[in-house]
């Protein structure tokens, strides 16, 4: 699947991105690409930016609420205008046991979105349509994004710089 490459130059942009996103997903702009039940895949460095891309996501679903990583539990849910964000961190969690699948799975559904950071500890349990996404460590405020390709590139490339909201 083709990657489309974004850079990243300070954490707003990384926000505005994610809000773009979510924005779309709740729109079901993309239709089979977006919709509710999506999975987001988040990877990559330490620092990389998956948390503050789900800020952006948040934002872009209507909810307002400050977004912390789900260090010490399985997954935060959040209520938004329409579809509700379900956020997992599994950083801690390296061998995935069977609640913490059960719990992921019985998540997706239309009214959720689903994020996951340190996706690739649940990589074999990720629905089919996945939208994956990789954070780069570049340099101090710079990150490189990497999106798989789902026919997402002609809105997202719209997003930066231009899009300030
Ligand atoms: N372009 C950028 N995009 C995102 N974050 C940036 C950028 N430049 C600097 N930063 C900073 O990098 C940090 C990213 O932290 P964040 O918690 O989002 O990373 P993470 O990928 O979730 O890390 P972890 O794997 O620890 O969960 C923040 O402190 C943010 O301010
Ligand atoms: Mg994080």
């Known amino acids: 699947m083709p990657i489309m490459k974004i850079l990243s130059k300070n954490p707003e942009e990384t926000i505005r991105l994610g809000k773009k996103l979510g924005k ?25 930016g998956k948390t503050q891309f789900t800020k952006g996501i948040a934002l872009g679903l209507g909810i307002s609420d400050n977004i912390v990583s789900p260090t ?24 995935p046991d069977q609640e913490l699948v059960e719990n992921l799975d019985e998540g997706i559904s239309p009214e959720n979105v689903t994020v996951i950071e340190w996706a690739e500890r649940v990589e074999k349990y990720l629905p089919k349509d996945t939208i994956k996404i990789n954070f780069k460590y570049i340099s101090e405020g710079v990150r490189e994004i990497e999106i798989e390709d789902n026919n997402l590139e002609a ?5 930066i710089p231009t899009d300030y909201t």
């Open 24 to 48: 779309m997903i709740v729109a079901g702009a993309m239709h089979q690409t977006v919709h509710g039940g999506q999975v987001l895949a988040l990877y990559g460095d330490l620092g990389g």
């Open 72 to 95: 010490f539990t399985i997954r935060r849910e959040y209520s938004g205008k329409k579809l509700n964000l379900l956020h997992y961190d599994f950083y801690r969690f390296e061998k």
């Open 155 to 159: 809105i997202l490339s719209a997003v």
